[in-house]
């Protein structure tokens, strides 16, 4: 390969969470057991060169005064969108800077409903959307996906649009590809979902921050490219922080096609005063949308592949009594422990413990609205990969 996906980096002390935090109450790594960070959703890898090039360059000039976002700024991302995305046609003023999917996701819950509206999304759920609903006073309504026969994760329409119409909800949150099931959805569900938000007047905010991190085979299909109406009635948010380990330098940003949806968030965005990019945030991504960032995902989406493959194998021929869908997309695991912990007597807590205890740091998973799950990270080098789940098998998972 080109680029560099299997040196371990020594993020301690670096201001990494994943590394220097253990989010979950009153577990400790037993002493002889190194940390193997598989909670938070970023990566173990260095980012390509090209990003630190173009910020290195900005900071050598030493004025750092107002500005406004540069051509090649827009240029880049119209350039990426239609090179990924297949988004023909995209226009500078369809696109719009967010500080952060969830701060664009704000902004939409402000300009389209009131406090105490019902919002619709599916379950599981991506914890930070939580966080915004209930900290924005708002009512979240949850529909269920189901694994079907094959154990693939599928959207039940009819359920969808029978709590659409029974909490009167005119806005809904769409997650593509899925986090934290991992779904790549496919045409066909995209366009029957959105005829169920078309049939009930709703605005989608359809986050698709994951969109460039599809496993080899699977191909994303961005919401508003399935018919007219979706492109009307979508707010779509982007960003290059999951896709190129950007998180720590903050910005996402939106397209909106619909002048009118556009013209409300936009207002709303702007009350506050603060969403507003960092210069060295705009250099990332257009040092990020460079031709070498076009090969590098392309190589990080062969080793997430790899790394999926292996760890799903994994678990089904060691963990009995441990589900899972394999992914489709994103680089995150979504177990289901419920077979195991009854079976064993034991609880989640003590579950999550165990893995800790062995430097395994994975996330809780129930906040993500299912009762036995776990959230596990497999961006990292394949060599880490499989110690973890080597530790596992022998101290956990018995």
């Known amino acids: 390969m080109k680029f560099d996906f299997t040196s371990i980096m020594d993020r301690r002390g670096k201001d990494a969470i994943a590394v220097d935090v253990i989010s979950f109450p009153d577990a400790d790594i037993q002493e002889g057991f190194s940390r193997i960070p598989m909670w938070v959703a970023d ?89 915004v609903l209930e900290d924005n006073g708002r009512k979240i309504v949850l529909s269920d996906l189901k694994r079907d026969q094959d154990g693939i994760w599928r959207m039940d329409y009819d359920d969808m649009d029978r709590k659409l119409k029974e909490n009167k909800i005119h806005l809904a949150i769409f997650c593509s ?94 009350l506050s005063h603060y969403n507003s990019m960092n210069v060295l945030s705009m250099y990332a991504l257009i040092g990020a949308y460079q031709p070498e960032g076009y090969e590098w995902v ?28 394999k992914p489709q997309g994103t680089y995150m695991l979504y177990l289901d422990c419920e077979k195991w912990c009854k079976k064993k007597g034991i609880t989640m807590d003590e579950l999550i413990r165990a893995g800790i205890r062995v430097g395994v740091i994975w996330q809780d998973g129930r906040p993500f609205h299912h009762p036995y799950a776990i959230r596990m990270n497999l961006a990292l080098p394949l060599s880490l990969v499989k110690e973890a789940f080597e530790r596992l098998a022998q101290y956990v998972f018995l």
């Open 43 to 131: 990566m173990n890898f260095p980012v390509v060169s090209t990003i630190q090039e173009r910020m290195t360059e900005r900071i050598s000039h030493p004025a750092f005064g107002y500005y406004n976002p540069s051509d090649e700024y827009y240029d880049s991302i119209i350039k990426w969108q239609e090179k990924r995305n297949h988004a023909s046609g995209l226009t500078r003023g369809e696109i719009g800077y967010e500080n952060g999917v969830l701060g664009c996701v704000a902004s939409s819950l402000q300009a389209f409903t009131a406090p105490g509206e019902a919002v619709l999304l599916h379950a599981p759920t991506y914890i930070g959307f939580t966080h």
């Open 177 to 270: 590809p899925h986090n934290p099931a991992g779904r790549v959805w496919e045409k066909e569900e995209i366009e029957a979902a959105m005829e169920v938000y078309r049939r009930n007047d709703c605005v989608v905010i359809s986050d698709e921050i994951w969109s460039d991190l599809t496993l080899e085979g699977y191909r994303h299909i961005p919401t508003q490219s399935v018919s007219e109406d979706a492109k009307n009635r979508t707010i779509a948010v982007y960003a290059p922080s999951k896709t190129f380990n950007l998180a720590g330098l903050i910005g996402s940003y939106h397209i909106i096609y619909n002048r009118y949806l556009r013209d409300r968030v936009r207002r709303q965005s702007a």
């Open 298 to 325: 392309d190589e990080l989406r062969s080793v997430l592949t790899g790394n999926v493959e292996y760890a799903y194998a994994f678990i089904r021929e060691h963990f009995e009594g441990v589900e899972l869908a």
